[in-house]
């Protein structure tokens, strides 16, 4: 700031030095011997030296308003960098049901799954009334879900995860085979902003769960892209 107020100061001399000059000439507006020209000329550069400082003035104190305003969105972002640690961070878990127990489903069409009791939801992307998460952060992320189901009768267990509409991976399993069954997978794949993830169950078929939460859904960004 003091550099600029000199800056300035040195301008204005350079501005008053011109205008001296120019009135050793002939068209001096002063009339009378040299020392009232000199005098007219001294009057004028003291009242543009005193608008100049003035001008200054202002200058220096919008400069220091900047600077404050500079300082505080400093540390500002400094305090967000000590939050989040540089980088964003994104994890949910969440199990199926937040109470009771029983079935869910089977349905006449393919029906996302709303994982209601949330364990976990840094970055808020998870919804629990939807069942999806929806991605704020572009990068590269893992799932994770399980299933399990009580299948001494039909009918079937099959659940996969969706992105977008798209199914990238399942469990099934089958009626009739064993009394219980229960699996998982995972994945780990790029998502870009406004993409959605959620677990699918397929038409015509149930999962079973309980206060033991045996069915979940999690994931968490791995790192940004």
């Given at each position: 700031?003091?550099?600029?107020?000199?800056?300035?100061?040195?301008?204005?001399?350079?501005?008053?030095?011109?205008?001296?000059?120019?009135?050793?000439?002939?068209?001096?507006?002063?009339?009378?011997?040299?020392?009232?020209?000199?005098?007219?000329?001294?009057?004028?550069?003291?009242?543009?030296?005193?608008?100049?400082?003035?001008?200054?003035?202002?200058?220096?104190?919008?400069?220091?308003?900047?600077?404050?305003?500079?300082?505080?969105?400093?540390?500002?972002?400094?305090?967000?960098?000590?939050?989040?640690?540089?980088?964003?961070?994104?994890?949910?878990?969440?199990?199926?049901?937040?109470?009771?127990?029983?079935?869910?489903?089977?349905?006449?069409?393919?029906?996302?799954?709303?994982?209601?009791?949330?364990?976990?939801?840094?970055?808020?992307?998870?919804?629990?009334?939807?069942?999806?998460?929806?991605?704020?952060?572009?990068g590269m992320y893992f799932f994770r879900f399980s299933m399990f189901n009580i299948l001494a009768s039909a009918p079937n267990s099959?659940?996969?995860?969706?992105?977008?509409?798209?199914?990238?991976i399942s469990v099934w399993g089958r009626s009739g085979f064993n009394a219980n069954v229960?699996?998982?997978?995972?994945?780990?794949?790029?998502?870009?902003?406004?993409?959605?993830?959620?677990?699918?169950?397929?038409?015509?078929?149930?999962?079973?769960?309980?206060?033991?939460?045996?069915?979940?859904?999690?994931?968490?960004?791995?790192?940004?892209?």
């Amino acid at each position: 700031m003091k550099k600029i107020a000199v800056l300035i100061l040195a301008f204005c001399c350079c501005l008053c030095e011109a205008q001296v000059d120019g009135n050793n000439g002939t068209d001096c507006p002063c009339s009378g011997s040299v020392s009232s020209c000199d005098m007219c000329s001294l009057t004028s550069i003291t009242q543009s030296l005193g608008e100049m400082g003035k001008k200054v003035a202002n200058m220096a104190e919008q400069i220091t308003l900047l600077e404050a305003k500079l300082q505080n969105t400093e540390k500002d972002a400094q305090e967000l960098r000590s939050l989040i640690g540089g980088t964003p961070r994104v994890a949910f878990s969440a199990a199926l049901r937040d109470s009771g127990s029983g079935d869910i489903g089977p349905f006449s069409t393919n029906t996302p799954l709303k994982y209601k009791k949330v364990f976990s939801n840094t970055g808020n992307s998870y919804n629990n009334s939807t069942g999806i998460f929806t991605v704020m952060v572009k990068g590269m992320y893992f799932f994770r879900f399980s299933m399990f189901n009580i299948l001494a009768s039909a009918p079937n267990s099959v659940v996969g995860l969706m992105k977008n509409g798209e199914r990238l991976i399942s469990v099934w399993g089958r009626s009739g085979f064993n009394a219980n069954v229960m699996g998982s997978n995972a994945v780990v794949i790029p998502l870009e902003v406004g993409d959605n993830v959620y677990i699918e169950l397929y038409a015509h078929t149930k999962v079973y769960d309980n206060g033991m939460n045996y069915n979940t859904f999690s994931g968490f960004l791995l790192f940004t892209m």
